[in-house]
């Protein structure tokens, strides 16, 4: 049982770095155009959202086959991962019983959303697209509501404590930000965030597995 989860921990690292390489790739290939500027040219890091580059035709109207590909794959990829993190944390990582259970069901929930937004181009799919968002931040912030809880209750104030803090303010902003149908560079540029911590939440969590 300890080397299967072993394996899961290292699973989930390398599916965290796939979606950042491959994401990376998929921005330097995108064709073009904001939801601001049509004309605008290749990815706007600050302009476009993440889901931008999973659209089967660009804002520019030109086709974005080769980013939606290998960025909509490596999201589904990424939300597989998830599910096996969550199903190789067990007691040990998280110091109580209490909430292993709602955290790995509110965990699985959140890898289905991230896969649902791989198979939801946005362009073509944008209502199930957005419920696939919604399922997947949603399901994030009752996991990290529940994770700041347990570390709170056993006194372990370590890295993992500090970084689900930081992450559930990132997420509540940007919730806050989806409930008011708020939608500007200021949105696109909170999404990253959200993004890239929940990423390096996830490789830490990963590497406590592995250790």
């Given at each position: 049982?300890?080397n299967w989860?072993?394996?899961?921990g290292?699973?989930g690292?390398?599916g965290?770095s796939?979606f950042?390489?491959?994401s990376?790739i998929?921005?330097?290939?995108y064709?073009?155009?904001?939801s601001?500027n049509k004309?605008a040219?290749?990815?706007?890091?600050?302009?476009?959202v993440?889901?931008?580059?999973?659209?089967?035709?660009s804002?520019?109207?030109?086709?974005?086959?080769?980013?939606?590909t290998?960025?909509?794959?490596?999201l589904?990829f990424f939300?597989?991962?998830?599910?096996?993190?969550?199903?190789?944390?067990?007691?040990r990582l998280?110091?109580?019983?209490k909430?292993i259970?709602?955290i790995?069901?509110f965990?699985?929930?959140?890898g289905i959303?991230?896969?649902?937004?791989?198979?939801?181009p946005?362009d073509?799919?944008?209502?199930q697209h957005m419920i696939?968002?919604w399922i997947?931040i949603?399901?994030?912030?009752?996991?990290?509501?529940l994770i700041?809880i347990s570390k709170?209750?056993?006194?372990s104030?370590?890295?993992m404590f500090y970084?689900?803090?930081?992450?559930?303010?990132a997420v509540c902003?940007h919730?806050?930000?989806?409930?008011?149908?708020m939608?500007?560079?200021?949105v696109?540029?909170t999404?990253k965030?959200v993004?890239?911590l929940n990423?390096s939440?996830?490789?830490?969590i990963s590497?406590k597995?592995?250790d």
């Amino acid at each position: 049982m300890k080397n299967w989860k072993k394996i899961g921990g290292i699973i989930g690292g390398v599916g965290c770095s796939q979606f950042l390489i491959f994401s990376t790739i998929a921005m330097f290939n995108y064709s073009g155009g904001t939801s601001w500027n049509k004309s605008a040219e290749g990815y706007t890091f600050w302009h476009n959202v993440m889901s931008d580059l999973g659209r089967t035709v660009s804002y520019s109207g030109i086709s974005n086959t080769f980013s939606s590909t290998i960025f909509n794959t490596s999201l589904i990829f990424f939300g597989i991962s998830i599910i096996i993190i969550y199903l190789s944390m067990g007691k040990r990582l998280l110091l109580t019983d209490k909430f292993i259970f709602f955290i790995t069901i509110f965990g699985i929930i959140s890898g289905i959303g991230i896969i649902g937004v791989g198979l939801t181009p946005d362009d073509i799919l944008s209502d199930q697209h957005m419920i696939a968002v919604w399922i997947w931040i949603l399901s994030l912030s009752t996991v990290l509501i529940l994770i700041i809880i347990s570390k709170i209750i056993n006194h372990s104030y370590d890295s993992m404590f500090y970084l689900s803090f930081v992450l559930l303010f990132a997420v509540c902003i940007h919730t806050g930000q989806g409930l008011l149908g708020m939608w500007s560079p200021i949105v696109a540029t909170t999404q990253k965030i959200v993004v890239y911590l929940n990423v390096s939440w996830y490789l830490l969590i990963s590497k406590k597995i592995i250790d």
